[in-house]
């Protein structure tokens, strides 16, 4: 079983940087896509950025790209999103997610494991 913990949320002002973290428990993290996912108070869970496996490529959505950066290191079981430019509608709890099928795209129902979310608030 995977297990996930998010950390590195907080209070920054728009225009301001955070990063967020996810540690992996297992000895197969280098095996998995890894994904960040966002979810507004009342809004649905959207797609972030997704990592491959083996770190080579990522992809990002459209209203981060040029601001987020998803990165990982397979030897410390970590995944975690750089986040530059805030605005104050990146406001959201930020989930990772893992995948173990061949490939992980923007929708939820490719990744199988989900960490418990971190805060994050962009204030204006």
């Known amino acids: 079983q995977v297990q996930m913990a998010e950390s590195g949320g907080g209070l920054v002002q728009a225009g301001g940087s955070l990063r967020v973290s996810c540690a992996v428990s297992?000895?197969?993290?280098?095996?998995?896509?890894m994904g960040w996912f966002r979810q507004a108070p009342g809004k649905e869970r959207t797609f972030v950025a997704v990592?491959?496996?083996?770190?080579?490529?990522?992809n990002y959505a459209d209203s981060v790209k040029g601001r987020f950066t998803i990165s990982r290191d397979n030897g410390k079981n970590v995944v975690a999103l750089q986040m530059n430019s805030l605005k104050p509608d990146d406001t959201a709890v930020y989930y990772c997610?893992?995948?173990?099928?061949?490939?992980?795209?923007?929708?939820?129902?490719?990744?199988?494991?989900w960490g418990q979310g971190t805060q994050v608030t962009v204030s204006s």
């Open positions: 990592i491959s496996a083996s770190g080579l490529s990522a």
């Open positions: 297992g000895r197969t993290f280098s095996l998995y896509h």
């Open positions: 997610a893992a995948s173990n099928r061949r490939r992980a795209g923007d929708e939820a129902s490719d990744y199988d494991y």
